[in-house]
């Protein structure tokens, strides 16, 4: 690695500073420490092209350096890799190409990487159609605490996919998903209190769902909740639109 990586010769207390500093900032250390060969500046670099952070958003220099540090055999890099091919991010859409980045990463131990997996075996898009192996991936993820996977499996069990429809298993993980953070999650727990007459404890988690959800996802939320006829949800929408 090259000594001129000004990143990588910092002490950690030093080097956490530099990495909050201003956008513009970062993105040239992390070049800096990217091109001396350092995977997880590759990644992190990787990601503020992608995100257009720092620097101008450009997708395919955001997949070179992703596919530098997956060759390094970087996991996050390799899943990375894989959710370019999947959306189109640098290069032609590849579903087909996009399992087989995940299947790598997950091999290896990364929890999002058998998300990503999971999700194209119950879509069956790039592989052809497996929820069982798809529910087999998510529970292997959920059991490393990852939160959308235990969401995921909370639907297998709403909807009797796989396994035998069970509700109260479907809630346990609807509440541990919303209990780590998933914000998919916190709406379904809010649905089963709300069934289970804890109102007050579903609007707690609509609340906290609120703060982290996707704006695309807060618009299909409510115009779920608009369209029941319990007024509670007419309650909860209004106290969510209220705030």
């Given at each position: 690695m090259s000594p001129h990586s000004k990143l990588i010769a910092?002490?950690?207390?030093?080097r956490a500073a530099a990495l909050a500093g201003p956008p513009?900032?970062?993105a040239a250390l992390l070049l800096e420490a990217a091109e001396a060969g350092h995977a997880e500046a590759q990644l992190l670099i990787g990601q503020l092209y992608l995100d257009g952070k720092g620097v101008d958003r450009n997708p395919v220099e955001a997949l070179r350096w992703f596919g530098i540090a997956a060759k390094d055999g970087n996991v996050?890099?390799?899943?990375?890799?894989g959710r370019c091919c999947e959306h189109g991010w640098g290069a032609?859409?590849?579903k087909s190409l996009a399992a087989q980045w995940y299947g790598s990463a997950a091999?290896?131990?990364l929890d999002w990487a058998m998300y990503n997996l999971a999700t194209l075996y119950s879509l069956g898009e790039g592989v052809s159609e497996d929820r069982p192996e798809a529910l087999r991936l998510f529970e292997q993820?959920?059991?490393?605490g990852h939160a959308k996977s235990m969401n995921m499996i909370g639907s297998f069990h709403e909807d009797g996919w796989v396994v035998e429809r069970d509700i109260r298993q479907a809630a346990r993980y609807y509440e541990m998903a919303a209990k780590g953070g998933d914000f998919r999650g916190q709406f379904n727990h809010a649905r089963m209190l709300?069934?289970?007459g804890d109102i007050a404890g579903a609007r707690l988690w609509l609340a906290k769902m609120s703060e982290t959800a996707t704006p695309a996802?807060?618009?299909k939320t409510k115009i779920w909740m608009a369209a029941q006829s319990d007024p509670v949800w007419q309650q909860a929408l209004s106290s969510m639109q209220a705030r």
């Open positions: 910092m002490n950690e207390a030093d513009e900032e970062v996050m890099a390799m899943n990375m890799v032609a859409i590849d091999e290896r131990g993820a959920a059991a490393l709300i069934d289970g996802f807060l618009a």
